[in-house]
């Protein structure tokens, strides 16, 4: 097992474009089998973030708490520099009301999940995002309505619902985060809790490569219904992955982050929150059924570009005791 799981931490990118390959067979084979996998979607990415909290030490989470400047950073990235990017890409955006408006919610809407193990798995400061789950998901509950008033008009700004962002926090966040927790501590206490704890930090990129195999063939037949509006956005898509390495790196750099949190800062402001408003966008009338479409989309544009930020994140912001300013 223990060779197993160190070959595929060699062969991760690998791993990923093969889980990515085999969920779009699946959802193109087997459309019927969607509703499956999407059921599946929530207890596979709750035990890969388990996972990925369990490799954070208690001690070292703490210290990230109190780091009050990378929380603000993150704050800052993701509700002052990125909601006119997204305006403006969204302008751009093909169709209609509901193309914009799928546009608009998932860019507005930082990633508190997954976005922990990409960016463990290019280097950065993983401990840092999770300490900020809590401080962005609260944000975006909260701004989400604000934006989409300003940006679309006050009978748009009403369609946000706070469920769907708690049930994810509970789930996806909270109950992983406690589990991991419990299971650190009876390491500590027990050898059974240690094998225990060694058998599962063997796991996180077997849980990765599912995950997104799990997503892909969940939402592969949403978007195949509105192939044309999809196509039409999967530039915007990749836009802003490319707008918001560019702007990602530079405020790091202009703070003077270590690689570390530079490079957690980078993919805080690139990733995307789409797993929790695609049941805001699902549960429209309608009129707004592309919309839940163009932020599947947007998933499956994301997916493949954290494979490859996971990759070029490391170059553009290489290890260095500091990045100096300018």
């Known amino acids: ?51 990925t909290f369990l490799q954070v030490p208690f001690t ?24 006119p990017i997204a305006y403006a890409l ?39 995002l999770l300490a900020a789950a809590p401080l962005l998901m609260l944000a975006q509950l909260a701004l989400l309505p604000a934006y989409l008033w300003l940006f679309m008009g006050p009978e748009l700004a009403d369609i946000v619902e706070p469920e769907p962002f708690l049930e ?33 930090d063997l796991l996180p990129v077997a849980l990765m490569a599912l995950t997104l195999l799990v997503v892909v063939a969940s939402q592969i037949p949403r978007v195949r219904d509105d192939i044309g509006d999809v196509v039409g956005v999967i530039p915007i898509y990749v836009a802003f992955l490319v707008i918001m390495a560019i702007v990602g790196r530079s405020i790091a750099r202009a703070v003077g982050f270590d690689a570390s949190a530079a490079r957690a800062l980078l993919f805080t402001g690139a ?18 059924a592309v919309t839940g479409a163009v932020i599947v989309a947007q998933t499956l544009v994301e997916v493949l570009g954290m494979v490859a930020y996971v990759r070029l994140v490391p170059r553009l912001l290489p290890d260095e005791p500091t990045l100096a300013p300018g």
């Open 90 to 128: 969204s302008r751009l955006a093909p169709g209609g009301t509901a193309v914009e408006l799928g546009v608009l919610m998932v860019l507005l809407t930082p990633c508190i999940d997954y976005v922990i193990v990409f960016t463990r798995l290019a280097g950065g400061g993983d401990r840092r």
């Open 60 to 83: 070292a989470l703490r210290a990230a708490f109190g780091d009050c400047r990378f929380l603000l950073a993150a704050l800052g990235v993701n509700f002052i520099v990125v909601p």
């Open 271 to 288: 990733t995307r929150n789409s797993l929790v408003v695609l049941p805001l966008a699902l549960a429209l009338g309608d009129e707004y």
């Open 1 to 51: 097992m223990t060779e197993f799981a160190q070959r595929l931490e060699h062969r991760q990118v690998a791993a990923y474009l093969g889980a990515l390959a085999v969920g779009a067979l699946i959802g193109l084979a087997a459309p019927g089998t969607d509703s499956v996998f999407e059921a599946l979607i929530y207890p596979v990415l709750g035990a890969l973030l388990y996972a």
């Open 168 to 200: 994810a926090f509970l789930l996806l966040i909270a109950l992983p985060l406690a589990l991991a927790w419990a299971t650190e501590a009876w390491a500590e206490r027990s050898p059974r809790g240690a094998r225990v704890k060694g058998a599962v």
